[in-house]
């Protein structure tokens, strides 16, 4: 259960002060303020705060005083041009502040973005709950032939009960020598310590502060369809909150960047061919064979 009759107590009663302020609000973001989406079986994303508005990208652009005398269809257009033309400044003038509770080989995997400030749930003062992440059976797949980051075939049957039953009697075994080792009438390790035999499917939770241009950024490559399945699930959650929050910029991030594609100076050179009616092959393209691989996967015809 990703949040407590508690939690949920908590949050309705944050939710029930209104506070008056001259500040930019964005109505899409107000409506998800601290509420909780839920993310895999025990995780969840919520929003704590936020800075700025589609309006403050275009007054940062423009360097005005106000929203000024602009309509909003010329605001999306910049919008869509400063997005286009890969203008970063403009976006950074707004910021979101997230509290994430999430497994923490996920984690892992989002703190490689460093553009960030993070302040994570801390197993030295306090005690982990006992959350850990298990898979849904059809998202329990084989390692790649083809990709050594990625996932084959669904495994199946036995092979799949067999990885569950895994999963859950070492997540169950490592809890209970955890509780063990920290038992003040037993063992009485200090809690720094106790915490180095969980398993990384466990769940950790912290607050995530970070800037516009950066969570398109990360959203980018986590939302893309082969980023890994679980970091998916929260780069999926933020973003319908981005969009929410800042419906112009996110209407241009995701036709200029997450639905888009890049191509380098020798396949722009390929497809210049292809347009002008010549037959090109890789022996010819001056591709290597993955360039070339990725290139027809592009253009549909892998």
């Known amino acids: 259960m ?28 107000e409506a998800q303020l601290y509420n909780a989406v ?7 994303v919520r929003v704590i705060d936020y800075m700025g508005d589609d309006a403050a990208i275009v007054q940062a652009a423009r360097v005005s005083y106000g929203k000024g005398t602009k309509a909003a269809r010329d605001d999306r257009g910049l919008i869509r041009y400063l997005m286009r033309h890969w203008h970063s400044t403009p976006f950074e003038m707004c910021e979101i502040k997230l509290h994430v509770k999430l497994p923490i080989f996920v984690a892992r995997q989002w703190i490689r973005h460093r553009t ?12 982990l709950d006992k959350e850990v992440y298990i898979p849904s059976p059809e998202h329990l797949a084989a390692q790649s032939t083809t990709n050594r980051q990625g996932r084959g075939d669904v495994l199946e049957g036995e092979d799949a009960q067999r990885v569950l039953e895994i999963l859950k009697g070492d997540a169950d075994q490592t809890y209970a020598h955890y509780e ?23 769940y950790t939770q912290w607050y995530w502060k970070t800037d ?20 998916r699930v929260y780069a999926d959650a933020i973003g319908e909150l981005t969009k929410a929050w800042v419906p112009m910029a996110w209407e241009a991030f ?6 888009a594609e890049q191509f380098s100076g020798p ?3 390929v497809l210049k061919r292809m347009l002008a009616g010549e037959t090109v092959t890789q022996a010819d393209s001056g591709l290597s064979a993955g360039e070339w691989r990725e290139l027809q996967g592009v253009l549909g015809k892998g």
Do not use: C, W
């Open 2 to 29: 990703p949040i407590t009759p508690e939690q949920q107590a908590e949050i309705a009663e944050a939710r029930s002060k209104a506070h008056p302020t001259l500040r930019a609000v964005s109505d899409g973001i």
């Open 38 to 44: 839920p993310a895999l079986d025990h995780g969840f």
């Open 116 to 127: 960030a400030n993070v302040n994570e749930y801390s197993a030295r003062y306090s005690i």
């Open 180 to 202: 063990e080792m920290l038992d003040e009438d037993g063992l009485g390790l200090a809690r720094e310590l106790a915490r180095m035999n969980l398993t990384l499917n466990a």
């Open 212 to 231: 516009l241009h950066n969570l398109f950024h990360i959203l980018r490559l986590r939302a893309d369809p082969h980023s890994q399945y679980e970091i």
């Open 254 to 259: 995701e036709d200029y960047r997450l639905t």
């Open 267 to 269: 396949a722009m050179a």
